[in-house]
């Protein structure tokens, strides 16, 4: 497992959040870091990563800082309501955004601001949560894509597989004992060079979505051993919310 040393100056937000959030990630979960050298050691990218748990965002970290990086996150506009969370969060170079709303065209733009500085983006292509009953990637959304073509950056597709057994889709509560393995492996960057450079149309940025996709599935058969369904779960065909606990609309619906 190669770990690279973070050169760029953290900050105080992001060096208070290593020092509160790192021992308790060591203590709970072993890793097994792949390929994190993959990972561009500078320059503006986009890491495109599978989403099966509350708690990945803070492992995802955990891997790309110990490869050289700070990752910049599009986080879900509602964290940033409270004064205090909201400043740390900003002082930690994280972007806001409001999903389901026009107001993420500012959140697409902020990304494409911090790729085009030189900083690592991180997206969760499927926007939330996978809804795939066997936590596979689902159908992804098109901001990833988007903001490479706009800048040309490279995509590196990221897997990951074990934090689901810390935190559970949706669950209010961690399983912390016996210790959790957590494995990520990164990807060589997404093939987009044929299609930068003509006009950004919905076909190609949901062609350039595809690509992403498959390249995040492809990773996270490796790391399980399996293979991944050959159609890509799509919560829009299957009658679920696109955000939010679906669990909890099924209970509604069931008049509980």
Same mark, same amino acid.
């Given at each position: 497992?190669?770990?690279?040393?973070?050169?760029?100056?953290?900050?105080?937000?992001?060096? /208070?959040?290593?020092?509160?959030?790192?021992?308790?990630? /060591?203590?709970? %979960?072993?890793? #097994?870091?792949?390929?994190?050298?993959?990972?561009?050691?500078?320059?503006?990218?986009? /890491?495109?990563?599978?989403?099966? %748990?509350?708690?990945?965002?803070?492992?995802?970290?955990?891997?790309?800082?110990?490869?050289?990086?700070?990752?910049?996150?599009?986080?879900?506009?509602?964290?940033?309501?409270?004064?205090?969370?909201?400043?740390?969060?900003?002082?930690?170079?994280?972007?806001?955004?409001?999903?389901? %709303?026009?107001?993420?065209?500012?959140?697409? %733009?902020?990304?494409?601001?911090?790729?085009?500085?030189?900083?690592?983006?991180?997206?969760?292509?499927?926007? #939330?949560?996978?809804?795939?009953?066997? /936590?596979?990637?689902?159908?992804?959304?098109?901001?990833?894509?988007?903001?490479?073509?706009?800048?040309?950056?490279?995509?590196?597709?990221?897997?990951?597989?074990?934090?689901?057994?810390?935190?559970?889709?949706?669950?209010?509560?961690?399983?912390?004992?016996?210790?959790?393995?957590?494995?990520?492996?990164?990807?060589?960057?997404?093939?987009?060079?044929?299609?930068?450079?003509?006009?950004?149309?919905?076909?190609?940025?949901?062609?350039?979505?595809?690509?992403?996709?498959?390249?995040?599935?492809?990773?996270?058969?490796?790391?399980?051993?399996?293979?991944?369904?050959?159609?890509?779960?799509?919560?829009?065909?299957?009658?679920?919310?696109?955000?939010?606990?679906?669990?909890?609309?099924?209970?509604?619906?069931?008049?509980?």
């Amino acid at each position: 497992m190669t770990v690279r040393k973070l050169d760029q100056p953290r900050g105080w937000a992001f060096t /208070l959040g290593v020092i509160v959030l790192k021992p308790p990630l /060591l203590a709970v %979960s072993s890793r #097994t870091w792949i390929d994190g050298d993959k990972i561009p050691a500078t320059g503006g990218c986009v /890491l495109a990563v599978n989403h099966i %748990s509350h708690a990945d965002p803070l492992t995802t970290a955990h891997f790309v800082y110990d490869h050289g990086r700070m990752p910049r996150y599009l986080a879900k506009s509602g964290l940033f309501g409270n004064k205090a969370l909201g400043g740390f969060l900003r002082s930690a170079g994280q972007i806001p955004v409001k999903r389901m %709303s026009a107001d993420a065209v500012g959140a697409y %733009s902020a990304a494409v601001e911090a790729v085009r500085a030189g900083e690592c983006v991180v997206v969760y292509p499927e926007g #939330t949560i996978t809804r795939d009953p066997g /936590l596979w990637p689902m159908r992804g959304k098109t901001g990833a894509a988007r903001i490479a073509l706009e800048t040309g950056c490279p995509v590196i597709p990221v897997a990951h597989w074990g934090v689901q057994d810390i935190l559970a889709p949706y669950a209010k509560k961690p399983d912390l004992l016996p210790r959790k393995n957590v494995t990520y492996k990164a990807g060589d960057p997404v093939a987009l060079d044929d299609l930068r450079g003509q006009p950004v149309t919905a076909q190609l940025t949901h062609q350039a979505t595809d690509r992403i996709m498959d390249a995040i599935a492809a990773l996270l058969e490796d790391i399980r051993g399996e293979k991944a369904p050959e159609k890509r779960w799509d919560p829009r065909t299957s009658g679920e919310s696109e955000i939010g606990n679906p669990h909890r609309k099924q209970k509604k619906g069931r008049g509980r």
